[in-house]
């Protein structure tokens, strides 16, 4: 039996994972009612409540843990789910594995994660995946000392629908993924448009995915990208995975670009379905995939909106490279990064663990 112990405590089932035991909801003692209403109009005693009213995250999974006794702890990220249950952690001997993802070891200060929390969280972390392989190196250098269990994409391997790939020549969207967040840089993206030749960019439709309120502010009051065509995908109404890749599959090009991350799943989904990838590389993870100017372009500098323009029009006025980047990017993937193989070694991975730790 698999549990899954939602961090946040507030969002309801998932139907993706019907087959898993989900502990969700538990972060209000008392969902009273115009608790929302409360929340917007009177934030300063909504506070004073909460204080009384929330749940911590320490005393939540420790009542889970208990009634679970599970064989295997799983954490799938540090800040928010991690040190949290640290305390509940270092009380027993339960395998503690950890998967690192994203930003968690490249950008743990930025995040607010003081380096003493994160040395002793990764002290008692028995085992260790990561999404890329900087940050094996970065673990070990914060002192982690446990059992390296391997790179997974941090969604477990990509299914393809291949009917929906379109070859390059057929392909007129560009696609970008809109974190604006401060480590995610959309806007840059934007800028580096307002660059390029509006005779070549009126040639293409544009969808923005994941997309913060402020981008849809800037396209509009832009006398270039306001004559484009635009279709706008909030970061607060998920797109449904089969859908981004359907348009992925359609994309001529994916941009994305950040100051920190780890390897994105969205660009090793794009680079699946034959979206030419245009990606920053904080920290030199994304050129564990990509070979600048065979298989894609990396951003060196994603605050340089002159070197992403750069990029964006190279990659526009070249269809050879995009087609011969499609052919090594769709078979790359399905080597690598195919769900269906990652499985089967991710089954084998837990049994491994489990085999250690009853001869430990």
Not at 256 to 273: H, K, Q, R
């Amino acid at each position: 039996m698999v549990y899954w112990f939602d961090a946040t405590g507030a969002s309801g089932k998932s139907p993706k994972i019907p087959w898993v035991q989900q502990i969700t909801d538990w972060k209000l003692r008392w969902d009273f009612p115009f608790r929302t209403r409360l929340k917007k109009n009177a934030p300063n005693l909504y506070r004073r409540i909460q204080k009384w009213n929330e749940v911590e995250v320490e005393h939540a999974f420790a009542k889970a843990y208990s009634q679970i006794q599970p064989d295997i702890v799983h954490c799938f990220e540090m800040k928010m789910a991690g040190i949290p249950i640290l305390s509940v952690m270092q009380q027993n001997k339960t395998p503690f594995i950890y998967s690192s993802w994203g930003s968690d070891m490249y950008f743990q200060k930025e995040l607010g994660m003081k380096e003493n929390q994160v040395k002793v969280f990764l002290k008692r972390a028995d085992f260790l995946i990561t999404d890329c392989h900087r940050d094996k190196e970065l673990a070990i250098r914060a002192g982690f000392k446990g059992g390296f269990l391997g790179v997974f994409p941090g969604n477990g391997g990509i299914e393809l629908n291949q009917t929906a790939i379109l070859p390059a020549h057929n392909r007129t969207m560009i696609l970008i993924k809109g974190y604006n967040d401060g480590i995610g840089q959309a806007g840059k993206i934007l800028e580096a448009l307002e660059r390029i030749d509006s005779g070549l960019l009126k040639r293409y439709q544009y969808v923005i995915y994941s997309a913060d309120k402020g981008l849809e502010h800037y396209i509009i009051n832009s006398s270039i990208l306001k004559l484009l065509e635009f279709t706008i995908h909030s970061r607060y109404h998920q797109l449904h995975n089969t859908e981004l890749l359907k348009i992925m599959g359609s994309s001529c090009i994916h941009i994305g670009n950040s100051l920190s991350d780890g390897m994105p799943n969205a660009l090793l989904e794009a680079m699946g379905m034959g979206a030419f990838p245009i990606q920053s590389n904080p920290g030199h993870v994304t050129d564990e995939v990509i070979e600048h100017d065979k298989n894609g372009l990396l951003i060196n500098d994603p605050l340089d909106v002159d070197e992403i323009a750069y990029h964006i029009n190279k990659a526009l006025n070249n269809l050879e490279l995009r087609s011969k980047a499609q052919e090594i990017n769709r078979n790359f993937i399905a080597q690598h990064y195919n769900r269906n193989t990652l499985r089967i070694k991710i089954k084998m991975l837990y049994e491994e663990v489990l085999s250690k730790a009853a001869h430990s």
